[in-house]
């Protein structure tokens, strides 16, 4: 049982980029704008908390810098995407390469190191009362990263708001048919703009997880594809919350294997390549039932 919880808690722990990714990709395209910057976003928001953690000394402040290079990266994006009509792929690829050449450069300006930043201070694990004592379940509950509990409530925070409110009615609906929203006399590109900032954020508070939470020092392209198999989580969910945050789990579960399998025989090159082609296999075979917002992807005038 012990074994089988240990398990769990990785496998939640391993969840939280690709969730957070996952979420922040859902959001955007639901809004219909096409969203390939994710990996990029969540290695500038990486590279931002460990920098706003060093340079403060206080792991949440370097949370808030994440979140504000999150959200300025995606307005720069809609910047782009939505005002400059550029092509929506091109600018998510153009968001990816500049983050992999930026970070390397202020590491080096911020740090004088090339491969790592210093380390910085992290954020404490939590522990939550009464809940921790319960049996065999107290270890989901006992040690655990307050980022868990965020992503818990960006996921629920965002069902509310897209299936509940009449402004999430109206994003769903500008994803499906941007021309027939804009008719009604509805601000298509603000909501846009609104919806990428903020999946800005969400997306950065991933790759601050992997520098300030699961570790204490931002490494060059720590985010390792992460934010691509975030996408794939968003399309093997439907684009919709629960699927995206379940298809998180699902490749959370196939990395967590890859763990308990590196004392075995099996060579290290298979081992690590696991949760990649597990995500292709998935996109292939399940992927492929997938339905988009019928308006991904589309520029209005």
């Known amino acids: ?177 941007p021309m027939g929203v804009q008719a009604q006399g509805i601000p298509v590109i603000r909501y846009k703009y609104i919806a990428l900032i903020v999946s800005g954020g969400i997306a950065a508070l991933g790759g601050a997880y992997l520098s300030i939470s699961q570790s204490n020092v931002f490494v060059l392209n720590m985010t390792a594809g992460r934010g691509y198999i975030g996408m794939a989580a968003n399309i093997f969910g439907g684009w919709k919350i629960g699927g995206s945050v379940l298809a998180s789990m699902f490749f959370a579960t196939v990395q967590s294997t890859r763990f308990y399998l590196i004392d075995s025989s099996i060579p290290d090159q298979f081992i690590q390549m696991i949760p990649y082609a597990a995500t292709l296999l998935a996109l292939i075979f399940l992927g492929k039932n997938s339905k988009s917002p019928e308006g991904l992807g589309k520029v209005i005038n």
């Open 1 to 177: 049982m012990n074994d089988i919880m240990d398990f769990i808690v990785l496998m939640l722990k391993l969840s939280i980029p690709f969730t957070l990714a996952a979420l922040a990709g859902t959001l955007s395209e639901r809004s219909g704008t096409i969203n390939l910057g994710l990996e990029g976003t969540m290695l500038i928001g990486s590279f931002a908390g460990a920098a706003g953690s060093g340079l403060t000394g206080n792991p949440w402040l370097g949370v808030l810098a994440a979140l504000f290079a999150g959200c300025l990266i995606g307005l720069v994006h809609g910047l782009f995407c939505l005002t400059f009509r550029g092509h929506q792929i091109v600018v998510g690829v153009a968001i990816n390469i500049f983050a992999g050449g930026i970070t390397p450069l202020l590491c080096k300006l911020i740090w004088n190191k090339e491969g790592a930043s210093e380390t910085v201070p992290s954020i404490t694990n939590m522990n939550v009362p009464i809940l921790k004592d319960i049996p065999y379940f107290g270890n989901l509950f006992s040690g655990q990263t307050p980022f868990l509990f965020i992503s818990i409530f960006i996921a629920i925070l965002l069902s509310i708001f897209l299936y509940k409110t009449k402004y999430g009615f109206r994003l769903r609906m500008i994803g499906d048919n």
